[in-house]
């Protein structure tokens, strides 16, 4: 019987592997047997680490999207045919004071690269007359207006836009393309707002679930949107939030 759930014989690759989400989403996808190629703008040693010592595979790529175009000839006869967008940066300040060089440095890591990178890959798949799967990692401000981060919500309301033209593209090649919005997850991305004590306090105070996410939080549904359970689903962003969604 086919093991709805398994990645077996999969090869993903994971951008920003080395830390936070990216790294707890190329440990999952290692534990449900896929080959995943870690990709950072520096070493992924300790992800490979894990994955080895839970008896998974993997491999480190070298891949900074300070050029947004990085990625274009990575998939090339490379046999991937799952791709995570989770490389993200966010910049803070008031919409009156924001910065052209942070605008553009957010967008261009957020939005940009997640689309030449998707185009890359999809190229390779269509060109191959290969299945695959994409998931980008959308946030809670794909949805919501957020404060004092007007580039980080522009990028994330992009990539459901993206996530939407994309699949409709790809649905007839059966590539599925879908995102996953994290709620309040403890991170490096989130250190300014833990770091505040009244932001920290009022937004657990609004999370259902009583506490702030994990990375490994996440892993699941991302790993879950890349197996054959979810053939069936593309165009989706779905919120893993505890709840903040719906309250
Ligand atoms: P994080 O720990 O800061 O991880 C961000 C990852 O992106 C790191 O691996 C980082 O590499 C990488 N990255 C940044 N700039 C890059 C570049 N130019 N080229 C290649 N890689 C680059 O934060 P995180 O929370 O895990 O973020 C992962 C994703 O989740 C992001 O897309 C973020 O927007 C999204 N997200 C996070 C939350 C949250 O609450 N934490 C909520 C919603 C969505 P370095 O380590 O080298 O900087």
Same mark, same amino acid.
């Given at each position: 019987?086919?093991?709805?759930?398994?990645?077996? @014989?999969?090869? $993903?690759?994971?951008?920003?592997?080395?830390?936070?989400?990216?790294?707890?989403?190329?440990?999952?996808?290692?534990?449900? @047997?896929?080959?995943?190629?870690?990709?950072?703008?520096?070493?992924?040693?300790?992800?490979? =680490?894990?994955?080895?010592?839970?008896?998974?595979?993997?491999?480190?790529?070298?891949?900074?999207? $300070?050029?947004?175009? =990085?990625?274009?000839?990575?998939?090339?006869?490379?046999? &991937?045919? &799952?791709?995570?967008?989770?490389?993200?940066?966010?910049?803070?300040?008031?919409?009156?004071?924001?910065?052209?060089?942070?605008?553009?440095?957010?967008?261009?890591?957020?939005?940009?690269?997640?689309?030449?990178?998707?185009?890359?890959?999809?190229?390779?798949?269509?060109?191959?007359?290969?299945?695959?799967?994409?998931?980008?990692?959308?946030?809670?401000?794909?949805?919501?207006? @957020?404060?004092?981060?007007?580039?980080?919500?522009?990028?994330?309301? @992009?990539?459901?836009?993206?996530?939407?033209?994309?699949?409709?593209?790809?649905?007839?090649?059966?590539?599925?393309?879908?995102?996953?919005?994290?709620?309040?997850?403890?991170?490096?991305?989130?250190? =300014?707002?833990?770091?505040?004590?009244?932001?920290?306090?009022?937004?657990?105070?609004?999370?259902?679930?009583?506490?702030?996410? =994990?990375?490994?939080?996440?892993?699941?549904?991302?790993?879950?949107?890349?197996?054959? $359970?979810?053939?069936?689903?593309?165009?989706?962003? &779905?919120?893993?939030?505890?709840?903040?969604?719906?309250?």
């Amino acid at each position: 019987m086919t093991d709805l759930f398994s990645l077996a @014989g999969r090869r $993903a690759l994971v951008t920003g592997a080395n830390a936070g989400i990216g790294r707890a989403i190329a440990v999952t996808l290692a534990g449900q @047997g896929a080959h995943v190629i870690c990709a950072g703008r520096r070493d992924c040693d300790e992800t490979l =680490a894990e994955i080895a010592a839970a008896g998974g595979a993997g491999e480190g790529l070298r891949l900074d999207f $300070a050029d947004p175009m =990085a990625a274009r000839d990575v998939f090339s006869g490379a046999g &991937i045919d &799952i791709l995570v967008n989770n490389a993200g940066i966010i910049r803070r300040a008031d919409s009156v004071d924001f910065t052209e060089a942070d605008w553009d440095e957010v967008v261009d890591v957020n939005m940009k690269a997640v689309f030449f990178t998707t185009q890359a890959f999809g190229r390779e798949l269509i060109g191959r007359g290969r299945p695959g799967a994409v998931v980008s990692i959308a946030s809670l401000l794909s949805f919501q207006g @957020g404060i004092r981060v007007p580039s980080y919500t522009a990028s994330k309301h @992009g990539v459901a836009g993206l996530t939407k033209i994309l699949a409709n593209e790809w649905a007839a090649h059966g590539i599925t393309v879908n995102a996953v919005a994290p709620g309040y997850i403890a991170t490096a991305n989130t250190e =300014a707002l833990r770091d505040d004590p009244e932001r920290s306090r009022a937004i657990l105070e609004r999370i259902p679930a009583g506490r702030w996410g =994990a990375p490994e939080d996440i892993g699941g549904t991302v790993a879950f949107l890349c197996s054959h $359970a979810a053939r069936y689903m593309t165009g989706a962003v &779905i919120n893993v939030d505890g709840g903040w969604l719906a309250r």
